[in-house]
């Protein structure tokens, strides 16, 4: 090819560009446009093995038009109240405080449901939730539901789930389905228990009647409604609370046309039915992540901003390019060598910040502080050792902050 048809050539591709880019700004102009609603479907005790199993068509299609994954981790109590909680507030026991199904110790003033977050910016959102399963209601506060609907049964939820979706003018709604971790309690967590299977495949028909009203709304075409559907622990014999793999491995999906469509295989080491491979972990969606979406789905501001500003423990699954880079946060260019460790280990930054106070916290995974310090950064690469040989063996989180950078990332001590 000579030059002049190169020439020829490389200014049609670049107009057709300018054309693709033209389009892709117009489109997400009318993207923005549209309504950012949420629709969270929430069902107790469903094991991730047994949801590959059972046989969900609709599942299996939301799922082909959104991020899914079945091996997300649990990290914190693999139980009901706990669990939710983490799931609505975004932050992990140790802030919102609640470490059982009575919600004792509850700590929503300082750490509310998602849905009061995002009032702070968007007031006029509208929102309901319905469950049966009444501590979710009656022992919850400052959880900004402008309606909870308790019902007796699974059925009813449904049935108020669709008849909330046909209100033109709400926004978010949680519908949370209960008999599936009833079952598991009955007869067994487990894909080789047939009448826990049957309930996931029910629940699975409840999923397609609501995707059906959801599309079904006389505004549908010009609203973008951000699907999640997850579970809150799964389950081992007819119980759970425990760190065993078949409690802490769940799964969830979020979907819409925000969302990128991808699954998110994570390897989980089967030898660590208590703590996961740090690696693996780090870019594993946990339980707070889906109150962190639901805001950066419904608010215009900064995700990094408003995650400090709440103090939110989890990250957004719209950024999944960023999420699933080697480190969400490392704007320090920090590495922990070795990792896992057995307490002892080195910090090792290359940002250029040299000069600047380096502050930094470890907490472990329900959000606690455990230890916080200060260095001052000397030299263009610095070490800080750690000391940690006194904390119990688990996942830690490290943030580090210096020069008005940051990096988070997360050391297993062994
Ligand atoms: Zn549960």
Redesign the pocket.
Known sequence: MDGYFRAIQTKQLNMRKTLLVALAALFALQTSAQEKKVLFIGV??VRSDALQQANTPNWDSLCSSGLYTYTSWHVGIT??GP??SSMLTGVWSGKHGVTNNNYTGSNFNDFPYFVTRAKQYRPDLKAVQVTSWDPMSSAVYNDGWDTKIVVPSDDACEAAGIAQLADPDIDILFIHIDDC?AQGHGNGFSPTVASYMNQIEYVDGQLGRILNALKNRANYANEDWLVVMT???GGIGTG?GGPTRVEREIWWVAAGPSVPQAQISIDLPSIADLFPNPADYRTAPMLTDIAVTALDHLLTQNTEDFIAEWSLDGQSWLNYSTYIADAPENDLGMTVYPNPNNGQFEVRTTSGIYGSDVAWEILDMTGKLQRKGQSTISSTELNIPFDLTDLKAGVYTLRMTAGGKSSVTRVAVR
Do not use: A, K, L, N
């Open positions: 107790d005790g139980v009901s669990s939710w971790d579970t809150d622990h759970h």
